[in-house]
T-cell receptor, first 109, second 110 residues
């Protein structure tokens, strides 16, 4: 049973569109990470949040602890945003991550 | 550059061979982790080390051993590689805020 669920699995958008990726989790968490992975590349942490909302450039992440739900938004999407976006729940005294299966985003010019 | 350094980046092994994946971080982080990434499965925790001198099993530890050599280094050993261990391996470290990942090791066992 996957304790972190992401949707959609795949997303294709036109350049300039507003994009939303959703993440639901069933475990108790201390924080939630949004990660980005480019093809063949490493993993970069975009956000770590435990409440409310964070913004960095065109990226916005929100979390609702009561509903166990988080969203990642990309405004004015660009082809360079094409990547896999992964949400991961941070929990436990050892601060382990439980990962969603990722959302493959393709932004077309 | 500060971060997590993994070696090697690519490796091909024959079934039954052994190898060690190396990981080092220079951020003075206490906790270090080894994850594997498989298509359709997401990343899964193999082993972790919450602090120097301690190691614990994660979700998929079978076939692996680890050593936390010092605060900086955390190695992952495959004693007898199997095709099921073909995967991309990521080392990561964390302190209070954020996670930092290595660039990954793509391992193929034939």
């Amino acid at each position: 049973k996957n304790e972190v669920e992401q949707s959609p699995q795949n997303l294709t958008a036109q350049e300039g569109e507003f994009i939303t990726i959703n993440c639901s989790y069933s475990v108790g968490i201390s924080a939630l990470h949004w990660l980005q992975q480019h093809p063949g590349g490493g993993i970069v942490s975009l956000f770590m949040l435990s409440s409310g909302k964070k913004k960095h450039g065109r990226l916005i992440a929100t979390i609702n602890i009561q509903e166990k739900h988080s969203s990642l938004h990309i405004t004015a999407s660009h082809p360079r945003d094409s990547a896999v976006y992964i949400c991961a729940a941070l929990s436990g005294s050892a601060r382990q991550l439980t990962f969603g299966s990722g959302t493959q985003l393709t932004v077309l010019p | 550059n500060a971060g997590v350094t993994q070696t090697p980046k690519f490796q091909v092994l024959k079934t039954g061979q052994s190898m060690t994946l190396q990981c080092a971080q220079d951020m003075n982080h206490n906790s270090m982790y080894w994850y594997r990434q498989d298509p359709g499965m997401g990343l899964r925790l193999i082993y972790y080390s919450a602090s120097e001198g301690t190691t614990d099993k994660g979700e998929v530890p079978n076939g692996y051993n680890v050593s936390r050599l010092n605060k900086r280094e955390f190695s992952l050993r495959l004693e007898s590689a199997a095709p099921s261990q073909t995967s991309v391996y990521f080392c990561a470290s964390t302190a209070t805020y954020g996670y930092t990942f290595g660039s990954g090791t793509r391992l193929t066992v034939v």
